[in-house]
C-alpha cells in the first residue's frame, strides 16, 4: 500500500523456525505482612495500588474481603512496604479534588451547544501530593496566631489544627513551643524523551480471517499516529513481523525481533504466544498487548502493558468516576432485578454509595414511574439518576421510559439515567432521541462517535491512504491503532521509557484527545506491569450534546 507520506522504515518479515529455551517464571518470595485500617472514602483497588501489590494478590491476604467494598476502619492485612506505603489522601486533599471536579463540571456547562462535537472533560485528575513534615516554633512576646500562620505560610486554622492547645484560653504564651506544618513536594523526575522509536509489530497480518483483517486495520491506525508523531520531531522506526498460528512456535521468530533492539514490541495476538514475547521485556524493550485483557504474565514482568482494560478492573475505575462525578446531593434509584446482567457492578456500587453517606433508594426493575415517585417520599426538587442492574436492550427501552415519565411527574427535578456500553449502538439509532431525552451517562471503557470533525477527518484520510472502511466490530481497530500510537509512543517521545503512568505533557501529541480510548496505565502493583485505566462517562444530554468524562 503505498501512503501520501512514508516516514518511516517498514519491513514485513515471515519467520519460521525452531523453539528457544524460555526464560523461568520467577518463584514467589516470602513476604512480610502486616495490619492496616482502612480510611475514610478509600478503595480496595486504591490500598492495593499504594501498597505495591496487586488487588488479586491483596484479596489472597483478606479472605472474605469484597473486591469493590471495604468500610472505613476495617483492619485488613497488606504487604509491608520499606520506608511506609504512600498515604492514603487526606479529606483536604479529597475536598480539593471535589472542588476541581465541580469547577470543570461548571466550566463544560458554560461551553455552547454543538451537536456534532464530543467535549472532552477529566476528573479526579492524578497530581503528585505533598507530604505534611512539621518543625517546631517557640513562641514569643507580643506573638500572635495570625503572625506566626502569615509568617510559616499557612492559615490560623491549619495552624490550630496542628496545635490543639491554642483552642484553650492562655494557649499562646511566650515559651511555649508550637508545631508547623511544613509541605514537603517530591522532586519532579527528569525525563529524557526518545528522538526514534523503534518499534516491532507481531501481529497475525497474513490471510483473511477475522484475526487478520482486524489486525491490519489496527496496524494501519498506528501507522496514522506515528505519522502525526513524526511530524511533531519523532522519528518511529516500525518493523513489522507475521505472527505465526497459535499452535507454531513464535521462540526463532522473537530471535529476529531481537536482532532489531525495538523499545516497544506491539502484540502478540494469539495467548499462547504470550509467554515467549513478554520474556524478552525490559526497561528498554517495553511489551503492549493491544487486544486480549487476560494477559497473566503482567502479572510479574514490570514491562508489559494490556492496552485492553481487564475486566476485574473495570467494575472498580466505574464505581470511582461515578461517585467522583456524581455529588453527594444526588440521589441514586437503585432498580433491581434479581439476575441482571449488572447485578454485581450494581450492588457494588450501592455498597460503595451507602458506606460514603450517599442517599440511595432500592426499587424493583419492576417498579413504575408512579411506585418510583412514591418511594421519593414526596419529594419534588432534586438531582436523581436511575441505575439498573441489566445491561440489555429491552431493560434500556423500560428504563428510557419510566425516567422519561418520571421527568413529567417531578419538572422541577433533574432527572438522570445511568447505562452500559451494550447501549452504545442505540445512540446512532432510532432511540438516540429517547437517550438524549433521558439525560443518559453511559459507563465504558472506549467509545468512538464518528460524528466529530476529528473523527471525520480521521476516517477520510484513513479511506484515501488506504482506500477501504472500518471493520464492523467494537472497539473499532483503526482507532485503537491511531490512540495507541499517540498516547504510548507519544508518551515515550515525551519522557523515554520511564513513560509508565505521567499525564501527557500539555500541547504534545499524547496529549490530543482521543477518538476511542485513553492509552494510559495503572500498576498492578509488586514486580507486575501496567493495565489500561481507560474509562469514560458519557453523557448524552437534553440538547443533543455529547460530553465524555474521563477519570484520570
Known amino acids: 500500500m503505498k501512503l501520501r507520506r512514508l516516514y518511516y522504515i517498514l519491513t514485513l518479515c515471515v519467520c519460521i523456525g525452531i523453539a528457544a529455551p524460555r526464560q523461568a517464571m520467577a518463584q514467589q518470595r516470602t513476604e512480610k505482612i502486616e495490619k492496616y485500617t482502612v ?203 507475521n505472527e505465526p498460528a497459535p499452535d507454531a512456535s513464535i521462540a526463532q521468530q522473537m530471535v529476529q525481533v531481537m536482532l532489531q533492539s525495538p523499545d516497544v514490541i506491539v502484540g502478540p495476538l494469539y495467548p499462547t504466544h504470550f509467554t515467549d514475547v513478554t520474556a524478552v521485556s525490559s526497561k528498554h524493550t517495553k511489551v503492549a498487548v493491544p487486544f486480549s485483557s487476560k494477559v497473566p504474565q503482567v502479572d510479574y514482568r514490570p514491562e508489559v502493558f494490556v492496552v485492553n482494560t481487564p475486566a476485574s478492573y473495570e467494575t472498580s475505575l466505574a464505581i470511582d468516576l461515578f461517585m467522583t462525578n456524581f455529588k453527594k446531593q444526588t440521589h441514586v434509584i437503585m432498580l433491581h432485578s434479581g439476575n441482571g446482567s449488572k447485578k454485581n457492578f450494581s450492588e457494588s456500587l450501592q455498597r460503595r454509595l451507602g458506606s460514603a453517606g450517599y442517599d440511595v433508594i432500592s426499587l424493583a426493575s419492576s417498579s413504575t414511574a408512579q411506585q418510583i415517585n412514591v418511594a421519593l417520599l414526596g419529594k419534588k426538587r432534586g438531582e436523581y ?83 477501504s472502511d472500518f471493520v464492523k466490530c467494537t472497539p473499532r481497530m483503526a482507532p485503537l491503532g491511531y490512540d495507541f500510537a499517540r498516547g504510548f509512543l507519544g508518551g515515550m517521545a515525551t519522557y523515554g521509557y520511564d513513560f509508565n503512568t505521567q499525564s501527557p505533557q500539555e500541547g504534545s501529541v499524547a496529549a490530543q484527545p482521543k477518538l476511542q480510548s485513553e492509552p494510559r496505565f495503572i500498576t498492578v502493583g509488586g514486580n507486575g506491569g501496567y493495565v489500561s485505566r481507560s474509562m469514560w462517562l458519557v453523557r448524552f444530554k437534553k440538547d443533543m450534546s455529547i460530553v465524555k468524562i474521563a477519570a484520570q
Open 39 to 241: 480510611q475514610p472514602g478509600e478503595t480496595i483497588l486504591g490500598i492495593a495500588h499504594r501498597h505495591g501489590t496487586t488487588l488479586d494478590h491483596l484479596l489472597s491476604l483478606n479472605p472474605g474481603v469484597q473486591p469493590d467494598y471495604v468500610q472505613s476502619g476495617q483492619v485488613i492485612n497488606v504487604p509491608y512496604v520499606p520506608g511506609g506505603a504512600e498515604p492514603a489522601p487526606t479529606p483536604a486533599q479529597r475536598a480539593a479534588a471535589a472542588k476541581q471536579k465541580e469547577a470543570a463540571l461548571k466550566q463544560q456547562e458554560q461551553q455552547p451547544v454543538n451537536p456534532s462535537k464530543v467535549t472532552y472533560t477529566t476528573v479526579g485528575a492524578n497530581k503528585p501530593q505533598p507530604k505534611i513534615t512539621y518543625k517546631e516554633y517557640k513562641v514569643k512576646k507580643k506573638d500572635t496566631a495570625y503572625g506566626i500562620a502569615k509568617t510559616n505560610g499557612i492559615t490560623v486554622d491549619k495552624l490550630i489544627e496542628a496545635n490543639p492547645i491554642l483552642k484553650q484560653d492562655g494557649g499562646l504564651k511566650k515559651g511555649v513551643t508550637l508545631r508547623i506544618p511544613v509541605k514537603v513536594y517530591p522532586p519532579k523526575p527528569k525525563y529524557t524523551g526518545l528522538a526514534t522509536i523503534r518499534v516491532a509489530v507481531i501481529l497475525p497480518m497474513l490471510g483473511n480471517g477475522v484475526e487478520n483483517v482486524r489486525s491490519v486495520e489496527f496496524y494501519r491506525g498506528l501507522l496514522m499516529g506515528v505519522d502525526e508523531l513524526k511530524k511533531a520531531g519523532t522519528n518511529v522506526v516500525i518493523n513489522v513481523y
Open 385 to 467: 439518576i436511575i441505575v439498573p442492574d441489566d445491561a440489555s436492550e429491552a431493560t434500556m427501552k423500560q428504563m428510557l421510559a419510566k425516567t422519561t415519565e418520571l421527568q413529567k411527574m417531578l419538572p422541577e427535578s433533574s432527572i438522570s439515567l445511568l447505562g452500559f456500553d451494550t447501549w452504545l449502538p442505540s445512540t446512532e439509532g432510532s432511540d438516540r432521541n429517547l437517550i438524549h431525552a433521558a439525560d443518559t451517562y453511559i459507563l465504558t471503557s472506549n467509545y468512538y462517535y464518528p460524528y466529530t470533525a476529528a473523527a471525520k477527518a480521521f476516517r477520510a484520510n484513513y479511506e484515501t491512504w488506504f482506500k
